[in-house]
């Protein structure tokens, strides 16, 4: 198990759980970032700047130390980029 | 009359969805609750008339953020016959989440299933009539942007409010989210299909480049600087053509119908004072709404929330984010625009943050009086030297004051930003969108602006006997009063009394100094460089740079902060700031025998 901000780049992986509280869990889940959702890190700037997370059809930015509180498990299904 | 709210999340096109409903009469209003305005407009729904309020875009109705409070508020304080609730047809694996917690308010509402047209070409396949049947209520395929779909949204409107009772949200805490998305997953399952494997879209084409590790940031301010450079290569002709016919309508209209007929005051209180007080500020209007014609295709191309990906690096430190970069960089431009356009950061502290920052931005206005003192004082060789040093003190009192003031005004909301993807507004939507933030600057702002222009003018010319601006006028005399604070900055008495006219706008300054000097435009750079050596010059335009921008600013940060207390200190400071900048130059500059 990994935290998201430890995820490669491209690397499809399961949401397991969210450390979140409150305005910012809930805005993770708004967003499609809950349990059991497959995700994947798109791009992330440089100097310790935001991630580009894609989940489903929806693509958004989050930063460094609020990704460390969303834990997620690769999946070893390389060929594949959506979720389900 | 019967109310509809608009209800949605970020990015689902609801302010477009608005503007079809209600054609381009939309108000801002106070509303019992809540301390934000909202736009709403009176439409007719087949005979029926309505107001239809815009609520903000919210990701759910918990209220964690200021926005989610709102409209929660909102909806606890005012009864509403029916919400449409609009939502982005290819994020319906998450959006529909929006309608659950409404079914479990209890609250009629119909679904608009926006953006229809992009969820087709991205294959993705929407069973309507079985969305209507799972959620017991009408549901809607349109496209606000293009017009499918509208009409119909329209009929059911007209059709649910024949139906509908005024209700109110009871202030109720929703049930666990858990329960809630398990429908959620169920509800999309059955009743969309797309494709299992997306294909590269443009949007992805285009951040490869756009969003590059290296490439990125020389792209983003390139295109700051196609926008800036398209702002005045049309702008600029625009301002000075209104200013030329204001000056006409002058000479040529109002004088020779006053003259004779009004004693010599009046005639000059109501030219000099308010007529050219008030063009000077409104001559600068053409430039303002380009400027919102640019925030807005930055903002609606979804390239803004690209820019916070890029400078968030740098800016989270700060206590901003990209978002405040762009803004203030639009500053540059005009500061009044820019500080409207803070209205997409949702949450308070920052807004109110960045708001802070912005005056500091050198905008057009002064630059021009820097254009005019740099090549009066110093050597053509040292003029463009001088003018960069005055850019670098912009970003650096700016940078400074978000630095001293992030703590206090703190950011409630996390930086989880949608990156949409890359869209062309259309034209109607930019042009309804600059021209209703103008009309809002105007209707808000004039009162302000004429109340200060009327001050300055009495300043400067009572009591009457004295020469105009003379040392002999209120303004002379604050002037000498004030000269224990002004003298330490190599700033002397005559200058100081321009810095008052600098307080209605910028561009007046040198237009001051021409009547306090009693020289031409042409003479006036001659004297200047015989009055002022280059460390004065330096450091009353470092003055000029900091202190409050123009008194279209000051209203706006009222109009959009609401608050006084904000507005006092985002003026004291900038003073405070100016009088320490110019003292520390001054003092060095002297101290090391310049």
């Known amino acids: ?84 | 009359m019967r109310r509809v709210a608009l209800l949605g999340m970020p990015n689902t096109g609801k302010s477009t969805l608005f503007n079809r409903l209600t054609g381009a009469n939309a108000r801002v209003g106070n509303w019992p609750g809540i301390t934000v305005d909202l736009l709403s407009a009176r439409a007719l729904f087949s005979d029926q008339p309505a107001e239809v309020v815009d609520l903000p875009g919210t990701y759910n109705l918990h209220g964690f953020s200021d926005d989610e409070r709102v409209v929660r508020h909102f909806l606890e304080n005012n009864a509403v016959d029916l919400l449409v609730v609009v939502l982005n047809a290819t994020q319906l694996d998450r959006q529909l989440g929006l309608a659950l917690q409404l079914e479990a308010l209890d609250l009629p509402y119909l679904l608009v299933v926006n953006m229809h047209d992009e969820a087709r070409a991205r294959g993705i396949v929407i069973d309507a009539e079985r969305l209507e049947r799972s959620l017991g209520v009408p549901v809607v395929l349109a496209s606000a942007k293009f017009g499918p779909g509208m009409d119909e949204a329209r009929r059911l409107i007209a059709r649910e409010l024949r139906r509908s009772q005024p209700r109110r949200a009871a202030a109720a805490t929703l049930a666990q989210d858990d329960r809630l998305e398990s429908r959620l997953d169920e509800l999309f399952a059955q009743t969309v299909q797309r494709p299992v494997v997306l294909g590269e879209d443009p949007t992805s084409r285009l951040d490869r480049w756009l969003l590059h590790p290296w490439l990125g940031l020389p792209l983003f301010l390139a295109c700051m600087f196609v926008v800036f450079q398209l702002v005045y290569s049309l702008g600029t002709p625009l301002q000075d053509g209104l200013a030329w016919t204001l000056e006409q309508i002058r000479t040529a209209g109002i004088e020779p119908a006053l003259a004779g007929r009004l004693p010599e005051w009046l005639t000059s209180f109501l030219l000099d004072g308010v007529y050219n007080g008030v063009g000077t500020v409104f001559s600068f209007l053409p430039i303002i709404v380009l400027f919102f014609v640019g925030i807005g295709l930055v903002e609606n191309s979804g390239y803004l929330s690209r820019a916070a990906f890029l400078m968030d690096a740098f800016m989270g430190r700060l206590g901003l984010d990209g978002r405040s970069f762009v803004m203030q960089l639009m500053g540059f431009g005009c500061n009044v625009p820019a500080l409207m356009g803070t209205r997409v950061m949702r949450s308070r502290g920052l807004r109110l943050l960045t708001m802070l920052v912005i005056p500091f931005s050198l905008c057009s206005a002064r630059l021009q009086v820097f254009v005019f003192l740099t090549t009066a004082v110093f050597s053509p060789r040292w003029a463009p030297f001088v003018l960069f040093t005055l850019y670098l003190a912009s970003f650096a009192t700016a940078f400074l004051t978000a630095w001293l003031y992030r703590g206090r005004l703190r950011s409630d909301e996390p930086l989880l930003l949608e990156l949409p993807p890359y869209r062309l507004p259309t034209l109607t939507q930019v042009v309804q969108h600059a021209w209703g933030e103008v009309k809002h600057f105007v209707r808000s702002a004039s009162g302000f602006i004429v109340a200060g222009v009327v001050v300055v003018w009495l300043l400067t010319h009572l009591p009457a006997s004295a020469p105009v601006a003379g040392a002999e006028t209120l303004a002379g005399r604050l002037a000498a009063m004030l000269a224990p604070v002004f003298d330490p900055l190599g700033i002397d008495q005559l200058s100081s009394i321009t810095l008052l006219f600098g307080f209605v706008a910028k561009e007046v300054v040198i237009g001051a100094m021409a009547v306090i000097y009693g020289a031409g435009d042409s003479a006036l750079q001659g004297v200047l460089s015989s009055r002022m050596d280059p460390v004065q010059a330096y450091s009353f335009m470092l003055f000029v740079l900091i202190y409050t921008p123009c008194l279209s600013t000051v209203a706006v940060l009222k109009q959009e902060s609401k608050s006084w207390r904000f507005t006092a200190i985002a003026v004291l400071w900038p003073l405070v700031v100016a009088w320490l900048a110019s003292f520390a130059f001054y003092q060095t500059a002297r101290a090391l025998g310049l």
Do not use: C, K, N, Y
């Not at chain 1, 994947?40 to 489903?56: D, F, K, T, Y």
């Not at chain 1, 958004?60 to 594949?80: G, M, Q, S, T």
């Open chain 1, 1 to 84: 198990m990994l935290q998201l901000d430890e995820l490669p780049d491209g690397v499809p992986a399961r949401v397991v759980r969210l450390d979140a509280v409150d305005g910012l869990a809930a805005r993770m889940r708004a967003l499609g970032l809950r349990p059991g959702r497959e995700l994947a890190v798109v791009r992330r700037s440089r100097l310790g700047g935001p991630l580009q997370i894609r989940v489903g059809t929806t693509d958004f930015i989050i930063r460094p130390h609020d990704a460390r509180l969303v834990a997620v498990e690769p999946v070893d299904e390389p060929d594949r980029t959506g979720p389900r």
